[in-house]
């Protein structure tokens, strides 16, 4: 099991910026790809992020290259979205996904295995 608690939503002006964060634990972590993905209203659920967690190596959704950053720390087991020049089209339920045990990386919400419950950020124009 992999437990994943979201924190660092809220209320933006648009042009601002918020840092999620992702807490982490359970066993076989480290071996698992971590990823952000956000579902607004009415939308399906979208990729925004990835990250190994051993290498670093990171992917991002092209529409948000430059302004989203993954990150992580592996001494506090915690998952970093740092969102900038926020829009109000980037409102959205953002939710925090631990993919499958030493599989590839994957765009796809189908290869990540467990979610965490997600936090609201909402950007006013």
């Known amino acids: 099991q992999v437990q994943l608690v979201e924190s660092g939503g809220g209320l933006v002006q648009a042009g601002g910026s918020l840092r999620l964060s992702c807490a982490a634990s359970?066993?076989?972590?480290?071996?698992?790809?971590m990823g952000w993905f956000r579902q607004a209203p009415g939308k399906e659920r979208e990729f925004v992020a990835a990250?190994?967690?051993?290498?670093?190596?990171?992917d991002y959704a092209d529409s948000l290259k430059g302004r989203f950053t993954i990150s992580r720390d592996n001494a506090k087991n915690t998952l970093y979205l740092q969102m900038n020049s926020l829009k109000p089209e980037d409102t959205a339920v953002y939710y925090c996904?631990?993919?499958?045990?030493?599989?590839?990386?994957?765009?796809?919400?189908?290869?990540?295995?467990?979610w965490g419950r997600g936090t609201q950020v909402t950007v006013s124009s």
């Open positions: 359970g066993r076989t972590f480290s071996t698992r790809t």
């Open positions: 990250i190994n967690w051993v290498s670093g190596s990171t």
């Open positions: 996904a631990a993919g499958t045990p030493m599989a590839t990386m994957t765009r796809s919400p189908f290869g990540y295995e467990y």
